[in-house]
């Protein structure tokens, strides 16, 4: 079995799931490298696509009760 986990504050934090108390467990570190980063050359394009997706209209401000999840369900049917 193996469980991906981040170290926050000294503390292993499991991603999805916990293990009993008591368990044994053999950590092996994942070597972080360069590749695991956003190239630089893309850092200003995801900027600017943040900054887009922040100014966008918040469906929440719609005063007419249609929400984004009431259009997904005409469309989609969910």
Not at 28 to 40: G, H, L, R, S, Y
Request: aromatic share 4%; net charge negative; with cysteine.
């Amino acid at each position: 079995m193996v469980i991906k986990g981040t170290v926050q504050n000294g503390v292993i934090q499991f991603e999805g799931t916990a293990l009993p108390e008591g368990t044994h467990v053999l950590i092996t570190p994942i070597e972080f490298t360069a590749n695991d980063c956003v190239p630089e050359s893309n850092l200003d394009k995801l900027k600017e696509e943040i900054q887009r997706t922040a100014s966008l209209a918040c469906e929440n401000e719609s005063t007419d009760g249609f929400s984004g999840a009431d259009h997904d369900k005409v469309l989609n049917g969910n």
